[in-house]
């Protein structure tokens, strides 16, 4: 479900994917939020959308975020020699990854949205 928001300034015109905004840099999320707002009566519609869309966004990165933290404190299976190389072991140490990984990579993802919005609200 890829949402998205069309912002415009004169003959510019731009249609973003909401989830694009994660792989962008703050400083070019600040000059499109500046953007809206330099022309508020071509990117109404756009205004109000982000303001529906960015809460939703949050909320639901804090419920994949929250759902990772719980698979991880359930899936975590401590090793007590990782240097050993045997098949349990490595399948272990894989999944310890990944699921490490899941928490650090959702909790990115929810610090950013929270982010983005500031930005929104700021300008």
Same mark, same amino acid.
């Not at 015109?13 to 009566?41: F, Y």
């Not at 804090?62 to 098949?87: F, I, M």
């Given at each position: 479900?890829?949402?998205?928001?069309?912002?415009?300034?004169?003959?510019?015109? =731009?249609?973003? *994917?909401?989830?694009? *905004?994660?792989?962008? +840099?703050?400083? /070019? =999320?600040?000059?499109?939020?500046?953007?809206? /707002?330099?022309? +508020? #009566?071509? /990117?109404?519609?756009?205004?109000?959308?982000?303001?529906?869309? *960015? +809460?939703?966004?949050?909320?639901?990165?804090? &419920?994949? #975020?929250?759902?990772?933290?719980?698979?991880? !404190?359930?899936?975590?299976?401590?090793? @007590?020699?990782?240097? @050993?190389?045997?098949?349990? $072991?490595?399948?272990? *140490? %894989?999944?310890? %990854?990944?699921?490490?990984?899941? =928490? &650090?990579? $959702?909790? !990115? !993802?929810?610090?950013? #949205?929270?982010?983005? /919005?500031?930005?929104?609200?700021?300008?």
């Amino acid at each position: 479900m890829n949402e998205t928001v069309e912002i415009r300034a004169g003959t510019f015109k =731009v249609i973003l *994917l909401m989830d694009g *905004l994660l792989t962008l +840099p703050i400083r /070019n =999320v600040r000059k499109l939020v500046r953007l809206v /707002n330099s022309a +508020p #009566w071509e /990117n109404r519609e756009t205004i109000e959308k982000l303001g529906l869309l *960015l +809460p939703e966004k949050i909320k639901s990165s804090k &419920k994949l #975020w929250e759902t990772a933290s719980q698979d991880y !404190a359930n899936g975590w299976r401590l090793v @007590r020699n990782k240097k @050993r190389r045997d098949q349990e $072991t490595v399948e272990i *140490l %894989h999944e310890n %990854h990944r699921l490490t990984q899941a =928490v &650090k990579d $959702t909790k !990115a !993802a929810y610090d950013r #949205w929270l982010k983005i /919005n500031s930005i929104y609200k700021e300008n």
